[in-house]
T-cell receptor
């Protein structure tokens, strides 16, 4: 099993450009999450999904949109990138919401917005 | 979610035990204590979790104080591969959101 994979691994954008980050999991997990991690800080939840076709806002959702058209994929979109969105983005998935709720994380996407 | 307090960093020699403290004085009765770690340039990975009793697994042990206001993650024999940032997280059982703090940077020297 590949677990959680993320595409791309690195990306540089100019301010105002758009892009989509793809997260895929092959563990048949219902729940998926997008986090961002700024230098020297812990992860912060952007959006999450409790199943195919559903999404919800997390702690820092502004400037991002998400879609979960297929159970195994969770897309994170930036419609108009800003330098403040320079960060490392991690996707995660889990079997359940409640404990035990081990979240499996992908390797991350390093995004720089100039 | 209740807040946790961890030291910024800790150092250990290889093959010695590492005790990572976490204070959570405002923990509620429904909060589980979770530990994750993040190796350099990787996503976090689950280590262990507990509610009231001490817990052991292949990676580590979790010792929880009787009043639950603090806990300690124990790595029994540190290896170079254990060098990572360790996060202590409280999570209410009603919903699985993980709130990460800054964590403890563990440095393992040969």
């Amino acid at each position: 099993n590949a677990g959680v994979t993320q595409t791309p691994k690195f990306r540089v954008l100019k301010t105002g450009q758009s892009m989509t980050l793809l997260c895929a999991q092959d563990m048949n997990h219902e729940y998926m999450y997008w986090y961002r991690q700024d230098p020297g800080m812990g992860l912060r939840l952007i959006h999450y999904s409790v199943g195919e076709g559903t999404t919800a806002k997390g702690e820092v959702p502004d400037g991002y949109n998400v879609s979960r058209l297929k159970k195994q994929n969770f897309l994170l979109g930036l419609e108009s990138a800003a330098p403040s969105q320079t960060s490392v983005y991690f996707c995660a998935s889990s079997y359940a919401l409640t404990t035990p709720n081990e979240q499996f994380f992908g390797p991350g996407t390093r995004l720089t917005v100039l | 979610d209740a807040k946790t307090t961890q030291p910024n960093s800790m150092e250990s020699n290889e093959e010695e035990p590492v005790h990572l403290p976490c204070n959570h004085s405002t923990i509620s009765g429904t909060d589980y204590i979770h530990w994750y770690r993040q190796l350099p340039s990787q996503g976090p990975e689950y280590v262990i979790h507990g509610l009231t009793s001490n817990v052991n697994n292949r990676m580590a042990s979790l010792a929880i104080a009787e009043d639950r206001k603090s806990s300690t993650l124990i790595l029994h024999r540190a290896t170079l591969r254990d060098a990572a940032v360790y996060y202590c997280i409280l999570r209410c059982d009603s919903w699985g959101k993980l709130q990460f703090g800054a964590g403890t940077q563990v440095v393992v020297t040969p």
